[in-house]
């Protein structure tokens, strides 16, 4: 592999910016799907690729990445929503999580939103109807997660059919 080849050096920006986006859904400070998307967005405009391969490659790619990011959010809302869990106890779960996120390295995000939602449902449910609310979130998040990453392994997979075709 000659990396002072345009098009190699192209193909291999884009496959890592594509990794990162893949990485991004569980590393929230990475935007996972727009980075990868972002990538192929970046092959189509600089690759030397036939404009019949490009082209399309990246059409197919929005799309994935348009219905991912609807999905992410409609499907798990709509398992919340049937379960009981209001708005109000996700966002204080996002609240807490961010700043939990900065306060305890890591792990603080996850640990915030658990402890937000967990609260926010305590105070309107009481204890000991809090966990099960609290698991409900937990497993809508976790859905929406493997939504995005799906999305994301869509996008590769396509990018690379684009690379074989090209």
């Given at each position: 592999?000659?990396?002072?080849?345009?098009a190699t050096?192209?193909?291999l920006?884009?496959?890592?910016?594509?990794?990162a986006?893949?990485?991004?859904?569980?590393?929230?400070?990475l935007?996972?799907?727009l980075?990868?998307w972002a990538g192929?967005?970046l092959?189509?405009?600089?690759?030397d690729?036939?404009a019949?391969?490009?082209?399309?490659?990246?059409?197919v790619?929005?799309?994935?990445a348009?219905t991912?990011?609807v999905?992410?959010?409609?499907?798990?809302?709509?398992?919340?929503k049937?379960?009981g869990?209001?708005?109000?106890?996700?966002?204080?779960g996002?609240?807490?999580?961010?700043?939990?996120f900065?306060?305890?390295?890591v792990?603080?995000?996850?640990l915030?939103?658990?402890?937000?939602?967990w609260?926010?449902?305590a105070?309107?449910l009481?204890?000991?109807?809090?966990?099960?609310s609290?698991?409900?979130?937990?497993?809508a998040?976790?859905?929406?997660?493997?939504?995005?990453?799906?999305?994301?392994?869509?996008i590769?997979v396509?990018?690379?059919a684009?690379?074989?075709?090209?």
């Open positions: 592999m000659d990396l002072s080849d345009s050096s192209v193909n920006i884009a496959g890592l910016v594509i990794a986006g893949a990485l991004g859904v569980f590393l929230p400070v935007p996972g799907l980075l990868s192929v967005l092959w189509a405009l600089l690759s690729a036939s019949a391969v490009r082209w399309p490659v990246l059409a790619a929005t799309a994935i348009a991912g990011t999905v992410k959010y409609l499907w798990p809302g709509r398992k919340l049937g379960a869990v209001p708005t109000t106890s996700l966002l204080a996002g609240v807490l999580g961010l700043i939990g900065f306060v305890v390295p792990v603080g995000l996850v915030g939103f658990l402890l937000g939602v609260a926010a449902e105070g309107r009481g204890r000991d109807q809090a966990w099960p609290t698991r409900r979130a937990v497993a998040v976790g859905l929406s997660m493997l939504v995005e990453f799906a999305a994301a392994l869509g590769a396509v990018w690379v684009g690379l074989i075709a090209a």
